[in-house]
């Protein structure tokens, strides 16, 4: 299972956090991935991190993108800086068993993020 | 990046109705097509993965059809379970991407 957690509100121009912690099974295999889902509009995949620590982000987010991994902890997390209205959103972790693009076979339900002041 | 056009935006069927679903790509892709379920506040769920294979403890009235631009998602006969929002999602290229979302609802 996975489960988000973080702040449902941030501030423009802020940075927003989120982990996602692994439960019945353990980050030291597959990729893990942060994927938001803006009201309306499509899916879009933000970026992965794979046990090692190498990351992958989505070209239109790269700058913005920073993910972690803590394997003796089973979390891994997201930090997207400068955030403006566009980034409010449901944001989900999700596993993928191969690089991306790939499916996602496991998602945790997802945590929303409200970006106002 | 590809974009994934789904059809209708919303389906309005009963019980035991055959119920097609559609996903167009702006370009042709391969075989990697996948399908996913989700029921408000949940998580989304895979159904199908390569167009047409099944994911495992899926029941078996999903089917996933189609090649080059053109998908499809059937459900043979409608259950009460069945009643979400389905998503396709291209994984040939790029960040892969997903379509906006057929929701099905009673009728």
Redesign the interface.
Known sequence: Q?RESGPGLVKPSETLSLNCTVSGGSVSTYFWSWIRHPA??????IGRVFHSGTTKY???LKSRVSMSIDTSNNIFSLKLTSVTAADTAVY?C?RSLYE???????????TGVIVSS | DIQ?TQSPSTLSASIGDRVTLTCRASETISH?L?W?QQKP??????LI?KTSSL?SGVPSRFSGSGSGTEFTLTISSLQPDDFATY?C????????????GTKVEVK
């Open positions: 996975l309306g509009r499509e899916m879009e995949w989505n070209p239109s989900h999700a991306p693009p790939d499916t996602f076979d496991i998602w945790g339900q997802g | 994934m990697y996948a996913y506040g949940k998580a989304p769920k895979l993965y994911e998503y999602q291209q994984y040939d290229s790029g960040s892969g991407t997903f379509g906006r």
